[in-house]
């Protein structure tokens, strides 16, 4: 029985398994990650794919479309999970729209328990103004641990050059808060082999990244970017947070 096997058979309503299962997961990640440092993102996702089958998904924020791609080559029909936070632009629903549309994948779409007219009811409006973190946890962070419970991996399209958060980005790790296998296929590349990536497959991207989007989160927390500025400075321009919980 393979470690993800073992998993399946013994997770719980939780999404969680028992010491056993984990230890050999949290083993199989941390070899993957050694051996596959080298290897490419393509080669990266077949091994995922050929891993955990069903068990493996692809999480996408929908700024583009190129790990999701690349996982679609790797396992045709493979799941991809978008969070609908409720906050995001009508560009990015309508990339997930043409995503579903146009490529082999599954799109999975998760929402908040709340929408936000109830969390506006229980927290106040513009709870992402008054505390961010509360709102990403609600909106972000819940929904995507609920939506990864029958999965054993999943993976992202997290990169090194992003920014100094994202700087030792491994290309698989193990997910301790999740207690997931976490892979990062990507996270090699420069954004100019997204860019090269993009164009040699006809790859959909987010409009926004056109008109001076760095980087495509909700709407109320995303600005475009100043000159000079890394990719990921739109994201919460004037705080000190930088990421949203789900990398962290």
């Not at 978008?82 to 549309?101: K, Q, S």
């Not at 980005?169 to 296929?185: F, G, L, M, N, Y």
């Not at 500025?229 to 919980?245: F, P, S």
Request: hydrophobic share 35%.
């Amino acid at each position: 029985m393979t470690p993800t096997q073992a998993a399946t058979d013994t997770t719980d309503a939780t999404g969680t398994t028992d010491a056993t299962d984990t230890t050999e997961l949290k083993a199989l990640a941390e070899q993957a990650g050694r051996d596959l440092e080298g290897a490419s993102a393509l080669e990266i996702l077949q091994w995922a794919a050929d891993t955990f089958g069903p068990e493996f998904c692809v999480t996408s924020s929908m700024e583009d479309a190129v790990v999701a791609h690349l996982a679609s080559r790797a396992r045709p029909g493979v799941d991809v999970v978008f969070l609908d936070t409720g906050y995001h632009f009508e560009e990015t629903i309508g990339t997930r729209d043409a995503v579903e549309a146009v490529m082999d994948v599954n799109v999975i779409t998760l929402t908040p328990r709340q929408t936000v007219a109830e969390q506006d009811a229980e927290f106040g409006p513009k709870l992402h103004d008054r505390d961010p973190d509360l709102c990403c946890a609600m909106r972000k962070v819940r929904p995507l641990q609920e939506g990864l419970t029958k999965y054993a991996a999943w993976a992202t399209g997290l990169r090194r050059d992003e920014s100094p958060t994202r700087a030792d980005t491994p290309v698989v790790a193990w997910d301790e808060k999740r207690q997931k296998v976490k892979i990062s296929p990507i996270a090699r590349w420069t954004q100019d082999d997204v860019d090269a990536y993009v164009t040699e497959h006809g790859v959909l991207t987010n409009p926004l990244l056109m008109d001076g989007y760095g980087s495509v989160g909700c709407a109320p927390c995303t600005r475009r970017l100043l000159a000079g500025e890394d990719a990921r400075a739109g994201r919460w321009a004037g705080r000190a947070k930088t990421e949203c919980g789900l990398h962290g």
